[in-house]
């Protein structure tokens, strides 16, 4: 099939760049998206997402005619493919919230034609396409995988790299049926250079859960082995650098702890169809969970050590967004430390380039501060002259949950998540 118009459902992260990526490879796409001021914002050429390169790549596409949003959705009648890309958060309980997905496949039942094929980009759980696929069927009567064709075909992409990554990184297409995959595979190609490879449905949403899953326990892992060099005495960094020279080693980084919109969410959508489980996963997410509060741990350390009493301790903050040179701060493990702090000291300041914060500036946050914590790994703060500004502080106390101070800077007391050997 030839596919000349097609329609996004859900404009953020991954909907929007996705989008533009077809719009400039000259399919005619039709952006739908609920929220109002961000359909303007497009239509504009103003990205409501900060990417690079994302304000250029929207206006080309803008002003090729080969992409508009709307929030109206009779203006995606009849398209031959809908990519649906909308968010699937976990509800209070873990249990994800599929009522967005849902919403997004009963627009689009009443919306394609005979042989359209759907997409769904969202990570879901597994099976959840099949049962999409089913959804639809009860909806118009046509037949899954003869009247219309429907794959789940998960991205990859590094916010930050998102341009390049849609366009290089391999992708996987699992089908409901072969032919699904197929016609994904075609779709697709018009932008696509990197490696494709052809699954089932169920395959492909394991996949991608595994994906995230591995990464997750494996910083688990690394946040473990921090927690033992204290104990050891070592400087965990070191020791991680030394064990990586090993051909098949490959340990990730310690840190504050693990945000963002995928990692804290993908192991339990994993999880969340199964009967039972050996429990790592989740013991994994635990872990994870509380690096903010071995964080917390290594400050009042310090305040103890310098009769610092926490309760006048006016404390700095340097980072809210959940990872270096991003404005994102959705799961942040740094807003999660302020929240574990802030009832317990003075004053917490808080200061971030990319997000904001209670200060405007680092000099700002440390005026008169007793302790700096670092809790992000924005670029910026590695360039930090900590001679200049300790100048500023009361006390000198400095706490680096991301592994951004190599060597601990003169006159202060330096704690770090790892750093046994201080
Ligand atoms: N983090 C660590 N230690 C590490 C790596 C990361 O503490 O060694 C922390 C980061 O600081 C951050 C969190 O984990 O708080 C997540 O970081 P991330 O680099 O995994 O970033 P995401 O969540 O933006 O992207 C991941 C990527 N998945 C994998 O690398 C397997 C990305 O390719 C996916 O497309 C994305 O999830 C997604 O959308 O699923």
Known sequence: MEFREIAVIGLGYIGLPTAIMFANSGLKVVGYEIRKEVVEKINAGKAHISEPEINTLLNRAIKSGNLRATPNPAEIKGKDAYIICVQTPLKA?????????????????????????????????????????????????????????????PERVMPGRIFKELVYNSRIFGGITPESAELAEEL????VRGRVFKTSSTVSEVVKLMENTFRDVNIALANEFAFLAHQYGVNVFEAIELANTHPRVRIHTP???????????????????????????????E???????????????????????????????????????????????????????????????????????????IEGA??????????????????INWGEVGRLMRT????????????????FLFKGIGRGDL
């Open 93 to 153: 309980g873990g249990s994800p919230d599929l009522s967005y997905l849902e919403d997004a496949v009963d627009t689009v039942a009443m919306s394609m034609r005979k042989g359209s094929l759907v997409v769904i980009e969202s990570t879901v759980p597994p099976m959840t396409t099949i049962r999409m696929a089913e959804r639809i069927e009860r909806i118009i009567g046509m037949k899954a995988g003869r009247d219309f064709y429907m794959v789940h075909a």
């Open 188 to 191: 697709y190609r018009a932008f």
């Open 255 to 285: 840190g504050i702890g693990v945000g963002g919109h995928c990692l804290p969410k993908d192991p339990h959508l994993l999880l969340w169809p199964a009967k039972e489980d050996f429990g790592l996963i989740k013991l994994a997410r």
């Open 287 to 361: 872990i994870n969970d509380s690096m903010p509060l071995f964080t917390k741990d290594l400050l009042f350390s310090a305040l103890r050590e310098l009769n610092v009493p926490p309760e006048k301790a006016v404390v700095a903050v340097l980072g809210l967004a959940y990872k270096g040179n991003s404005d994102d701060t959705r799961n942040s493990p740094a807003l999660a430390f302020v929240e574990a702090i802030k009832d317990d000291v003075a004053e917490v300041r808080t200061y971030d380039p990319f997000v904001g914060g209670t200060a405007g500036n």
């Open 366 to 383: 440390l005026n008169g501060a007793d302790a700096v914590v670092i809790a992000t790994d924005h670029s910026v703060f590695k360039e």
């Open 396 to 411: 000198r106390i400095l706490v680096d949950g991301r592994h951004v101070v190599e060597r601990p800077p003169r006159g």
